[in-house]
C-alpha cells in the first residue's frame, strides 16, 4: 500500500515475467546436465527472451481465440487503421502531433473517412476502439451498461487524486457512491441561487471596473473562479474566495501591470494552483498507460496537491461532523432531516456516512466534476456571443421580457427556451467534455448501424479487456445525424422544425452529459448555474468582442479532461443601454 508507484508496479509485472524464464532456465539446465553443450550465455538470453517470445505468442493465440469467437457470434472486427510502421508508431506521433497543433480530435476525422465511425487502433500492441456511432455509445452507456466499466488502468491513474469516489469507481462501490450523492441533486433546489448571486456579482462587477479602467479581461478565467467559490459554497458551505485574488491582466505588452493573480501570497491561490495540478497530472499520466507509474517511480506527484486540498476540506468536514453529533445527542431527528434537505451537499452527506476518507474522496470528486465542465461551457458561450451580435440581442429580448433586471429565479430560468437551445447548441459544438471512455470487462458485440447495413451486415465483435473511447465532439458535428447545417452555430435547431427531423427520434445523437446509469448528476445544477450567470451578464453587457491577446483566428480549443481555449479567452464587452438599468421597460411588459 505505501510502496512508491514505480515498485509497486514492477512488482505486479515481474510475476508473470518469471513463469517463463524460470521455465527455459530449468529446461535447459535439464539438457546441460544430460551432457547436451549448451553455452551459459545462450541459456541467459532465452530465459530473458522468453518473455517477449511468450507475449508474442499469447497476442498470437488472443487474436486467433477473438477471431473464432466473433465468428461463433456471428459478429465482423471492427475495422483497423492501416499502419506503415511496425507497433503503432505513426499512430503515436499523428496522436501527439494533433494533441499539439490541431483541433480536438482532427486526427480521428481523416481517418473516420476511411474506415467508418468505429475503427480500431493498434496501439504499442494494445488494441484500443474509438466509436462516433450513436447507436455504439448507446450501447456503452445504456443498453450494454454493465460489459463496460472504467476500469483498472484508469482507476489506477486517478486514485491518488479521486480516491474511491462516484467517479473513480466501478460496481457495487459506484452503487454505493451515486446512491449517497444523488437524493441531493434530485431536489428542486431553489435556495441554489443564493450560491450562485453573490459570486456572479462579485465576478461582473470585477470585470466592469477592469473594463472601464481599459483593460481586455480573461473570460475563462473570470468563470473559472466563479465556478470554483460557487462549487465550494454549494459543496461545502465555504467558498475558497478564488474571485477575491483580483483579475489577470493580459501577459503583453509588457506595459500592462503584473497579474495580481500571480501573487502567491493570496490564500486561494494555494488551493487553486493544487487543484489545478492535481487534476493535470491526473490526467497526464493517462498518456503513459499502465506504465505511468515507471514516470512517477518513487515518487507520487499527486499526492502533495491532494493533501493541500485536504488541507482545506478537513475543518469543514469535522465542523459538519460535529455538528451532526450534536444533533444526533439532542435525539433531533427531525432537524437532522431538515438539515439533510436544506444545508450544503456536505450537511446532506454526513447524514449518509461518517467515514472521514469517504466524506474526503467525495467532495473532491464533486469539484472536479463541477468546476472545470461548466467553466468550459460559460467560456464557449462567450466566444460564440462574440461572434453572433444577432444572438446576443435575442437573448437579451428574452431576458428582459422574462426577468427584466431583476434577480433570476428558478421559474424565470425554465421559461426562457432562447437560452436554453443557446447553452444546448454551445454544448453541442462545444461539449466540455468532447472524448470519454470504457473498458469492456467481457467479450460483447456492438449492433448493426444505420450506416453499414446491407445484406450482409453484421455487429462488431468487441473483444474482452478493450479499452474503447468515444467522442461526442465528432458526433455532434456530424451532418448525416444533425442535417446539412451542422457545422453552423443555430440555436433555432433546438427550438425549430429540424429538432423533430434529427433530435427528437434519435436521442443518443445529443450527449454533453453522457447518458445511461452514469449521467451526470449535475445537469440541471450547470443549466442553472450557467444560466444564472448568462443572465446577469447580459443584463449589465450587451456587446461582446475578442481582445488581443486572442484574436479570430487565434481561439484554439485544448482538451485536458475537458475542453479549454489555450493562452484564455481575451474579451471586451460594452455596457448595456440605459433601458436595461432602470427597469422601465419590463415593468411596462408586466413583468417583475
Ligand atoms: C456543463 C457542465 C457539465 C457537463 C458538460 C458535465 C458532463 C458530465 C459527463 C460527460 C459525465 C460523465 C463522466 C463519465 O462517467 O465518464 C458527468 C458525470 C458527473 N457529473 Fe457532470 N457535467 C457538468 C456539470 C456538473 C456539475 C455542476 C456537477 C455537480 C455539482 C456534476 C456532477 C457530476 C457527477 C457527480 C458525475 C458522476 C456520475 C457517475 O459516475 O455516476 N456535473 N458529467
Ligand atoms: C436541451 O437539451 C436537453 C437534453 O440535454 C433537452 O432535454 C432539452 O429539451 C433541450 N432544450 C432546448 C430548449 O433545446
Known sequence: MSLPPGPRYLLQLAFPCLPPSIAVYVILNVFVTRGASIPCWFIALSALLSRPAFLLVCHFLSEMSNWVDARRKGALMVPRVYDRWP?????????????????????????????????????????????????????????????????????????????????????DMWKFHRTITRPFFSKERISHFDVFDRHAEDALEQAHSRLTAGYP????????????????????????????????????????????????????????????????????????????????FWYDRVRPHRAVVDEFTEPILEEALRNNHARRALGEQEKEDEEANSGTLLDHLVCQTQDRQVLKDELTNLLVAARDTTASLLTFAMYMLTQHPAIVTRLRAEILCTVGTARPTYEHIKEMKYMRAFINETLRLHPPVPFDSRTSNKATTWPVTR?????????????????????????????????????????????DARVHTYLTPNP?????????P???????????????????????????????????????????????????????????????????????????
Not at 91 to 108: E, H, L, Q, S, Y
Not at 233 to 247: H, K, M, P, T
Open 217 to 296: 479581461i480573461d473570460f475563462q478565467d473570470l468563470v473559472s473562479r466563479f465556478t470554483l467559490d460557487s462549487a465550494t459554497e454549494f459543496l461545502f458551505g465555504n467558498d475558497v474566495r478564488s474571485l477575491s485574488a483580483g483579475l489577470p491582466y493580459p501577459p503583453s505588452p509588457p506595459s500592462y501591470p503584473p497579474s495580481p493573480a500571480s501573487n502567491d501570497e493570496h490564500p486561494s491561490t494555494r488551493f487553486v494552483n493544487a487543484f489545478i495540478a492535481g487534476q493535470t497530472l491526473s490526467s497526464l499520466r493517462s498518456r503513459y498507460g499502465p506504465s505511468w507509474a515507471l514516470v512517477e
Open 451 to 495: 450506416t453499414n447495413p446491407g445484406p450482409s451486415a453484421r455487429p462488431f465483435y468487441i473483444p474482452a479487456h478493450t479499452k474503447c473511447t468515444y467522442g461526442v465532439f465528432l458526433m455532434h458535428r456530424r451532418t448525416d445525424l444533425w442535417g446539412p447545417d451542422a457545422l453552423t452555430f443555430d440555436p433555432d435547431r433546438f427550438l
Open 87 to 171: 507497433g503503432g508508431l505513426s499512430i503515436v506521433a499523428a496522436m501527439v502531433k494533433n494533441f499539439k497543433t490541431g483541433g480536438p480530435g482532427d486526427v480521428f476525422l481523416q481517418w473516420r473517412e476511411q474506415y467508418g465511425n468505429t475503427y480500431s487502433l493498434k496501439i504499442i500492441g494494445e488494441n484500443r476502439i474509438f466509436t462516433f456511432e450513436p447507436e455504439h455509445i448507446k450501447a456503452i452507456l445504456a443498453t450494454q451498461f454493465d460489459d463496460f466499466e472504467k476500469g483498472p488502468i484508469f482507476h489506477s491513474q486517478f486514485t491518488t487524486l479521486l480516491g474511491t469516489g462516484v467517479f473513480n469507481s466501478d460496481g
Open 518 to 592: 452514469r449521467i451526470c448528476l449535475g445537469q440541471q445544477f450547470a443549466y442553472n448555474e450557467a444560466s444564472f450567470l448568462l443572465t446577469r451578464l447580459l443584463q449589465r453587457f450587451a456587446h461582446f468582442s475578442l481582445a488581443p491577446p486572442t484574436s479570430d483566428d487565434g481561439v484554439r480549443p485544448g482538451v485536458h479532461l475537458t475542453m479549454y481555449v489555450k493562452g484564455g479567452l481575451w474579451v471586451r464587452m460594452e455596457p448595456a443601454p440605459l433601458e436595461m438599468d432602470v427597469n422601465t421597460e419590463a415593468e411596462g411588459l408586466g413583468v417583475e
Open 508 to 516: 443518443f445523437i445529443f450527449l454533453p452529459f453522457n447518458a445511461g
